[in-house]
């Protein structure tokens, strides 16, 4: 079955880097794109970026770029987010979340189990 | 981008009861449109995509509707399990853009 496991919790200081990884097991790691959604505490859903996990490429949210890099480590099947220069509104909680296309549309078919990063000096 | 927003942010509901929450788009995403739910503590589920397509997996008693700019989300007899808080998320372009949130709570 696909399962998607990510790293555990951290706790960052302002200016700090953070760097979160997503597994994934049960289909070919290669042949679906992975996003990157994050969730502030009692707030709504932000999408950060895309990674194709075969060649590399990545798309940013124009907010995150400079910011947030996406890599992929095809030989373990992870893919990771690294968030620089972090301050106290990027305490969130930091999903992966498969991309599926159907009848036209994309969606996000399987999550992470979430990844809370606290920013706090 | 495209800016999603729903209706109601919350509503109070009882067990049985037909239950409709709507998302609008800011210009028109054909039917590029999708929902899901997500429980306290849990990463989202994906539901409905493409607007009025069943997820597998996911009852019968929900359903989508629209195209455009107007959509619709219908639980037809909510369950107790059904208690959550629903998105909508737009894929007609990139950002894909999700919307604030409906939050179903037990009258």
């Known amino acids: 079955q696909v399962q998607l496991v990510q790293s555990g919790a951290e706790v960052k200081k302002p200016g700090a880097s953070v760097k979160v990884s997503c597994k994934a097991s049960?289909?070919?790691?290669?042949?679906?794109?992975m996003h990157w959604v994050r969730q502030a505490p009692g707030q709504g859903l932000e999408w950060m970026g895309v990674i194709n996990p075969s060649g590399g490429s990545t798309i940013y949210a124009h907010k995150f770029q400079g910011r947030v890099t996406m890599t992929r480590d095809t030989s373990t099947s992870t893919v990771y987010m690294e968030l620089s220069s972090l301050r106290s509104e990027d305490t969130a909680v930091y999903y992966c979340?498969?991309?599926?296309?159907?009848?036209?549309?994309?969606?996000?078919?399987?999550w992470g189990q979430g990844t809370l990063v606290t920013v706090s000096s | 981008d495209i800016q999603m927003t729903q209706s109601p942010s919350s509503l109070s509901a009882s067990v049985g009861d037909r239950v409709t929450i709507t998302c609008r788009a800011s210009q028109g995403i054909n039917n590029y449109l999708n929902w899901y739910q997500q429980k306290p503590g849990k990463a989202p589920n994906l539901l409905i995509y493409?607007?009025?397509s069943l997820q597998s997996g996911v009852p019968s008693r929900f359903s989508g509707s629209g195209s455009g700019t107007d959509f619709t989300l219908t639980i037809s007899s909510l369950q107790p399990e059904d208690f959550a808080t629903y998105y909508c998320q737009q894929s007609y372009s990139t950002p894909p853009t999700f919307g604030g949130g409906t939050k179903v709570e037990i009258k």
């Open positions: 979340a498969r991309e599926v296309a159907a009848a036209g549309t994309v969606g996000f078919d399987y």
């Open positions: 493409a607007a009025s």
């Open positions: 049960g289909y070919t790691f290669t042949s679906y794109y």
